[in-house]
């Protein structure tokens, strides 16, 4: 069925003349058959009263003449009825049976047979009737008569005519009055909701639709005209919301650029400005140590190479913090990366760098994530290189690397077998120069894990860690499915 003949897809003023049409038609059509049954039986009744009126007067007329059996006079009284133009036939009969007059139309058939009694009422297109004759209390005979029902048929089709003439009639005035009164309701909810497409498609929320009386009709115009008048109002608050929040996020983001400057700037002291004296004093000191060693002590050649040492822990730092901020500010290259080859290379490094100690190392192979690749190498060689330092009192080292996927990310775990931490330190553990070990211990400049943790939360992930003293340490990383530049 075409779209068009739904229900569903019909204007609501033709749903609502369609309703009031069929329910007018249904109830006129209601009105008319049931004026109909009722003049039908009517009409019967008032016929059925004539003759049996008619009957009855024959009857008593031909008491006598049946008693004394005279044909004749019998035949007399009921030729009367000729008259009658609806009278098929009349029987007269005596106590025996036997016909003793008769009248017949051009089409009846002969009188029936008493012996089997006639039906009688209204039967087919005639109304029949068999009365008994009496004279004084005694039956002297009986009275049979017939009558076309045609009067009555007709007066019936007529009565219908003009029952449908006028149910007809009012329909006409009832689908007129229909049309004019679907506007009261249609017209109302019509305007309301082309004002709300308009609202919809043109954002103009200045619209508002007339008001029509005071009835459920009008108090839905009034709300939907405060309804848009309230979120005119919103409207206009979040636009000037939205231009301060413009405002606002572009001096920030001047102020942000200024501060990235200034950063870039440091960066740039950090690295040539800091390094030179740095370099300078290591020069020195390594001269002094090589060429006056003869004329110091032993507390002098200790000092010396205390400030030797501190030095490269300032160099460290500051490569340190050099490291930390191009992972917090430099721009990401998103892309798929073979994890497990670039733990692998790491591994190899460590290896070439470190001291001899047998060392035993897992990588899961086919580790995948996505991200930065220069930020992942970073972060995972901070790890592994933690791994390797803090087990490096073990018999034997060993660091395993496993991964695991689940609901739309991938979490990396980096196992070893080293000295561990106390759990109770874990808040510290990614804050930046806080370590849970002396220098003494192990060497390191507390940036490690800060930048591992920045790395991270750029990518949108989390790293964790869980440990005992002496059991070793598991870190775990995070990543989701997919990073947003």
């Not at 991270?456 to 003293?469: C, D, L, M, P």
């Amino acid at each position: 069925m075409s779209n068009r003949w739904r229900w569903q897809y019909w204007p609501l003023k033709t749903k609502l003349v369609f309703l009031t049409l069929s329910i007018s038609t249904l109830g006129i059509l209601l009105v008319c058959t049931s004026l109909i049954v009722v003049e039908n039986r009517t009409y019967e009744e008032q016929l059925e009263s004539e003759l049996m009126v008619l009957s009855g007067i024959l009857a008593e007329q031909s008491a006598a003449a049946l008693l004394f059996e005279d044909s004749q006079q019998l035949a007399t009284i009921i030729s009367s009825l000729r008259k009658i133009e609806t009278i098929e036939q009349v029987c007269v009969y005596n106590t025996a049976g036997d016909v003793m007059a008769e009248l017949n139309s051009a089409t009846s058939a002969t009188c029936p047979n008493l012996a089997t009694p006639p039906e009688v009422g209204f039967v087919g297109d005639y109304y029949r009737l068999l009365e008994p004759v009496t004279l004084d209390g005694d039956t002297v005979g009986q009275l049979y008569l017939m009558s076309r029902l045609e009067v009555l048929r007709e007066h019936i089709r007529t009565f219908i005519l003009m029952a449908f003439t006028i149910g007809l009639t009012i329909q006409v005035a009832l689908v007129w009055v229909a049309f004019r009164l679907q506007r009261l309701v249609s017209e109302p909810i019509s305007e309301l909701s082309s004002a709300a497409e308009q609202i919809a498609v043109n954002h103009d929320y200045s619209i508002r639709v007339p008001v029509y009386g005071k009835d459920e009709l009008g108090r839905l115009g009034n709300a939907f005209n405060e309804m848009i008048g309230t979120i005119e109002h919103q409207n206009r608050k979040i636009l000037a919301s939205r231009d301060e929040l413009e405002r606002t996020v572009a001096d920030r983001t001047s102020e942000l650029s200024l501060a990235n400057r200034e950063l870039e700037a440091f960066s740039f002291s950090v690295s040539h400005d800091l390094r030179q004296p740095l370099r300078a004093i290591e020069g020195f000191g390594q001269a002094l140590e090589e060429d006056c060693r003869g004329q110091l002590n032993d507390t002098g050649l200790d000092y010396l190479s205390r400030i030797r040492a501190a030095t490269v822990r300032m160099g460290g730092l500051i490569d340190g913090l050099l490291v930390l901020s191009r992972v917090s500010r430099q721009a990401m290259e998103i892309q798929k990366h073979d994890l497990s080859a670039i733990l692998e290379e790491i591994v190899e490094e460590l290896r070439a760098t470190s001291d001899d100690r047998p060392t035993e190392v897992t990588i899961q192979p086919g580790i995948e994530v996505v991200g930065d690749g220069r930020m992942l190498r970073i972060a995972f060689q901070n790890l592994l290189a933690n791994a390797w330092k803090y087990s490096s009192k073990a018999d034997t080292r060993k660091i395993d690397v496993s991964a695991c996927e689940s609901h739309g990310s991938i979490t990396v775990a980096i196992r070893d077998n080293g000295v561990g931490f106390d759990m109770k330190y874990v808040d510290k553990l990614f804050v930046a120069f806080n370590r849970l070990h002396t220098p003494a211990e192990f060497s390191g400049t507390g940036l490690g894990l800060a930048t591992v943790d920045r790395v991270v939360r750029r990518h949108f992930g989390e790293v964790y860690a869980e440990s005992a003293i002496d059991k070793g340490a598991c870190f775990y990383v995070k990543f989701p499915a997919s990073v947003q530049k």
